[in-house]
C-alpha cells in the first residue's frame, strides 16, 4: 500500500476511534504515533470506565507489539492510555509505562 494511502487510512481511523472513546468529534483527530510495548506483556482492554478501572480484556499484547499513543492528545485515565493495535487494527486501553520506542518504526 502507498505511503499516502497507508497515512489516509491511519487518519481515518484515529478520527473514529477518537469519536468512540468519547470526544464526539468535537476536537481533531490525531492519528496514533508509532511506539511498541515494552513490557513483557500488557493487558488490552476495550474501555476504561471512571469507576471501576479498565474493562473487557480484549487480549495480551506481548514485547515489541507495534502499537500506537500520541501523548498529550490521545487520552490516559488512571495510567491507562488509549492505544491503537496496528496488529489487529483496533483501540483499547493498555498501562501508559507499558508504551515506548516512539518513533522507532
Not at 54 to 71: D, E, S
Not at 81 to 100: P, Q, S
Amino acid at each position: 500500500m502507498p505511503a499516502a494511502i497507508s497515512r489516509a487510512v491511519a487518519t481515518a481511523v484515529a478520527a473514529l476511534a477518537l469519536t468512540a472513546l468519547g470526544t464526539g468529534g468535537t476536537e481533531a483527530a490525531v492519528a496514533p504515533e508509532h511506539a511498541v510495548i515494552v513490557c513483557q506483556s500488557a493487558s488490552f482492554y476495550a474501555n476504561y470506565d471512571s469507576s471501576t478501572g479498565p474493562v473487557g480484556l480484549v487480549r495480551t499484547l506481548g514485547y515489541g507489539n507495534k502499537v500506537g499513543h500520541t501523548r498529550g492528545a490521545h487520552p490516559v485515565y488512571n495510567g491507562w492510555a488509549a492505544t491503537f493495535d496496528f496488529g489487529k487494527g483496533d483501540w483499547g486501553y493498555v498501562r501508559n509505562e507499558c508504551l515506548g520506542g516512539y518513533g522507532s518504526w
